[in-house]
């Protein structure tokens, strides 16, 4: 069946641009999330929505970043303002529910480059 | 700062011998997680631990979780050049985070042929 798909898969923009990336999780997944990954970093969480309730917002490094999710399926994490701290490869991942054991469900990624 | 100590951080070894990665920290996790990501892709999932002290085994792959739920390691037998790629551990801590994941910074293993 299909996974939880990303796109880009990579972006190149210059710093100052705004960017947009998108996520389709898996279908009937009531959970999403959103992480970033640096060099040698493990995975900074960023933001996490769950069926209709308010979205956990708490890792979001700046007001810079801001994510939708429409419908209860796809999602959208914009970046304004990019800079160069902001390159990394955006991953997002869905669940069933929202609980401590269930299984998140990764995609590919977005690889971002601020110049 | 980061929640979840892992080490070591790499780990280059030949293949048939055998290794322990571990996940520390100052606090309690409600269940750990261990995943490993190939390059190009998003983590997997291996194996989820809720039960302090408990041991769970995946083939070569022994995993336990602290008797105190702060802690775990993987231990793999017999590393194979397949087992190559980077290992996370990450946990859940609950209440008001439910569905948050902390994650380690990683494990990278080559197993070398």
């Known amino acids: 069946g299909a996974g939880v798909s990303q796109s880009p898969s990579n972006k190149v923009t210059e710093k100052g641009k705004d960017v947009e990336l998108r996520c389709d999780p898996i279908s009937g997944h009531t959970a999403l999330y959103w992480y970033r990954q640096s060099l040698g970093q493990g995975l900074e969480f960023l933001i996490y929505?769950?069926?209709?309730?308010?979205?956990?917002k708490s890792g979001l490094p700046s007001d810079r970043f801001s994510a939708e999710r429409t419908g209860g399926s796809v999602s959208t994490l914009t970046i304004q303002r990019t800079q160069q701290e902001d390159s990394a490869v955006y991953l997002c991942?869905?669940?069933?529910?929202?609980?401590?054991?269930?299984?998140?469900?990764f995609g590919p990624g977005t690889r971002l480059t601020v110049l | 700062t980061q929640l979840l100590e892992q080490s070591p951080q790499f780990l280059s070894i030949q293949e048939g011998e055998n290794l322990t990665v571990y996940c520390n920290s100052s606090?309690?996790?409600?269940?750990l997680q261990w995943y490993r990501q190939e390059p190009g892709e998003g983590p997997v999932l291996l194996v989820t631990v809720v039960t302090g002290g408990e041991v769970k085994k995946l083939k070569r792959l022994t995993f336990q979780f602290g008797d105190a739920r702060k802690d775990s390691s993987l231990h793999i037998t017999a590393a194979q050049p397949g087992d190559t790629g980077l290992y996370l551990c990450?946990?859940?801590?609950?209440?008001?985070?439910?569905?948050?994941?902390?994650f380690g910074r990683g494990t990278q293993l080559t197993v070398w042929p």
């Open positions: 990450a946990g859940f801590r609950g209440g008001s985070t439910l569905g948050r994941l902390y």
């Open positions: 606090s309690v996790f409600s269940s």
């Open positions: 991942a869905s669940s069933l529910v929202s609980k401590n054991t269930d299984t998140q469900y």
């Open positions: 929505f769950q069926g209709n309730s308010a979205p956990d």
